[in-house]
């Protein structure tokens, strides 16, 4: 399932906004297939800005023109942040922002370290800015097969990288906030450690993640999950990316506590799963019951639900 192609091209355009004017009308030239299909813009210092497609990134603009500029840089994330790169210090320190519209762009630069940690980046030489885009009704066919009859499950998404698990993570999560024909209304409790799943800008989600869900922006999950479980009272905690050993112990402390978990993790399928040490702790654990693996042949996505 995929969204209608026009609101894909009019994502497209919005996340181009956030460029500097020139190269805004160099991105309004793509063909409509080619907006509809775009993962990301990219601007690197010295080099012309270019549209990142399912096949190739292209670049942009005409052969002649003059490449990206450090100021352009600079002049970019000034806009992004509202003009107070200070009060975006946090995020900008793990190398990202989130733009108004739930577009996240990702940044390069000069490292200022203290103490060992990344305190900020400065002289900024390339952006990423990630084309988000929402499926609302992605997940509304798998949810009888992930809760038959209504009855609750831990599930964890599995695929490569590109295959869109935060885009199903973040259509379970609008559902099972909202609640469907057979699935009641829960509380959901999103850990958006980095910003993709609801797209937070000035406390307000730039996704549509349901009306019972709450979100603690940029904290790292081993964190984040203790302190939900405190102040939220969830009946689901979504997580995006399971990485190191002390997501899963907070993880397994949650269902240990009643509470349901939504997940996704890089995995190819279960055999990978078995195969790598972290991910063998976590089928020892049994926090999941059910996983969804996602697969893509050209621009089509299927999606096989199994018991774990």
């Known amino acids: 399932m995929d969204l209608p192609r026009e609101e894909d091209a009019r994502r497209f355009d919005r996340a181009a906004l956030l460029l500097p004017l020139r190269w805004q009308r160099y991105l309004a030239r793509l063909s409509p297939t080619q907006?509809?299909?775009?993962?990301?813009?990219?601007?690197?210092?010295?080099q012309p800005v270019t549209v990142l497609l399912q096949?190739?990134?292209?670049?942009?603009g005409e052969q002649d023109q003059s490449p990206v500029t450090p100021e352009e840089l600079e002049q970019t994330c000034d806009r992004i942040t509202g003009y107070s790169r200070y009060a975006a210090t946090e995020t900008l320190r793990s190398g990202y922002l989130t733009a108004e519209g739930g577009f996240r762009?990702?940044?390069?630069?000069?490292?200022v370290m203290r103490e060992g940690m990344c305190a900020n980046l400065r002289n900024i030489s390339s952006l990423t800015v990630r084309v988000a885009r929402q499926m609302p009704g992605i997940a509304e066919e798998l949810c009888p097969q992930l809760f038959p009859g209504g009855e609750m499950h831990s599930v964890l998404i599995l695929s490569p990288p590109g295959l869109g698990k935060t885009t199903l993570l973040r259509d379970l999560i609008r559902l099972l906030s909202d609640g469907t024909e057979t699935l009641t209304p829960r509380r959901l409790a999103v850990v958006d450690e980095r910003g993709e799943i609801a797209a937070m800008h000035r406390g307000v989600p730039g996704m549509e993640v349901g009306c019972?869900?709450?979100?603690?922006?940029?904290?790292?999950?081993?964190?984040?999950?203790?302190?939900?479980?405190?102040?939220?009272?969830?009946?689901?905690?979504?997580?995006?990316?399971?990485?190191?050993?002390?997501?899963?112990?907070?993880?397994?402390?949650?269902?240990?506590?009643?509470?349901?978990?939504?997940?996704?993790?890089?995995?190819a399928d279960?055999?990978?799963?078995?195969?790598?040490?972290?991910?063998?702790?976590?089928?020892?654990?049994?926090?999941?019951?059910v996983c969804v693996t996602i697969r893509r042949s050209g621009a089509q996505r299927s999606y096989e639900v199994e018991e774990l």
């Open 212 to 267: 019972h869900t709450d979100v603690l922006d940029g904290c790292p999950k081993a964190i984040a999950i203790p302190i939900l479980l405190r102040c939220a009272n969830p009946q689901i905690i979504a997580v995006d990316e399971i990485t190191l050993r002390q997501d899963l112990t907070a993880m397994a402390a949650a269902a240990n506590c009643g509470v349901h978990l939504l997940a996704t993790i890089h995995a």
């Open 105 to 111: 762009v990702g940044i390069c630069g000069t490292a």
């Open 35 to 46: 907006k509809e299909t775009a993962e990301e813009i990219r601007m690197r210092a010295g």
């Open 55 to 60: 096949e190739a990134e292209i670049p942009v």
């Open 270 to 289: 279960r055999e990978e799963l078995r195969q790598k040490p972290l991910f063998q702790q976590l089928l020892r654990l049994r926090v999941f019951q």
